[in-house]
């Protein structure tokens, strides 16, 4: 079993949707929880991240932690055209290295 | 641009040849990461390193495949007689110094063919 679980999609919206991002995870020692974006042919580029459980929020991106049910989500409101990438949840104990969800590719149809 | 540089963006290999990669972290960052993302899946750790040292490579594979992070210059990936399953995307990350986390920043990576 991975460490991490992404919701595989791919997702289509229409211009304007709310979206919703889902990960979990079995490792305890998990604090921080990280959601990057990626673009074609590109790297990830950091969007957010957060420690322990809680919201964050951050214009249209709102990240949300749920360490109980090692749960977290990304929710990104009035999405945009360019908001079509493929988004990757990440998560780390506090140093080294970073455990990766396999990503989920959203389009959101203008 | 201040961001992580590596390169080659592109390098193509054949079969038994090496392979180096290069990375530069962001200004003021002395953590190095290096990461493997293979088609539709996401990006799988291989190594840790500060200057001079490695500190975690428990995503290396044993053979073929080293990575250094000298006082002066980049970090390198060095792949040792290629295989086809070699081709994949390399990115490296870099981090502050400790001992406060920061999020790893990202790099474009090298995307390796291996013919």
């Known amino acids: 079993q991975k460490e991490v679980e992404q919701d595989p999609g791919p997702l289509s919206v229409p211009e304007g949707a709310i979206v919703s991002l889902n990960c979990t995870y079995s490792n305890s020692a998990f604090q921080y929880f990280m959601w990057y974006r990626q673009y074609s042919r590109k790297g990830p580029e950091l969007l957010m991240y957060?420690?322990?459980?809680g919201n964050k929020e951050d214009g249209r991106f709102t990240a949300q932690v749920d360490k109980s049910s090692k749960y977290i989500s990304l929710f990104i409101r009035d999405s945009q055209p360019s908001d079509s990438a493929t988004y990757l949840c990440a998560m780390n104990g506090g140093a080294g290295k970073s455990t990766f969800g396999d990503g989920t590719t959203l389009t959101v149809k203008p | 641009n201040a961001g992580v540089m590596q390169n080659p963006r592109h390098l193509v290999r054949r079969r038994g040849q090496e392979a180096r990669l290069r990375c530069s972290p962001m200004?003021?960052?002395?953590?190095v990461y290096w990461y493997r993302q293979l088609p539709e899946e996401g990006l799988k750790f291989m190594v840790y390193?500060?200057?001079?040292?490695?500190?975690?490579e428990s995503g290396m594979p044993k053979e073929r495949f080293s990575a250094e992070f000298p006082k002066e210059g980049p970090s390198i990936l060095r792949i040792q007689q290629v295989v086809r399953g070699d081709s994949a995307a390399y990115f490296c990350?870099?981090?502050?110094?400790?001992?406060?986390?920061?999020?790893?920043?990202f790099g474009d990576g090298t995307r390796l063919s291996i013919l």
């Open positions: 957060t420690y322990s459980s």
């Open positions: 200004k003021g960052h002395s953590h």
């Open positions: 990350a870099s981090s502050p110094r400790e001992p406060a986390f920061e999020p790893q920043h």
């Open positions: 390193l500060q200057k001079e040292n490695i500190i975690d």
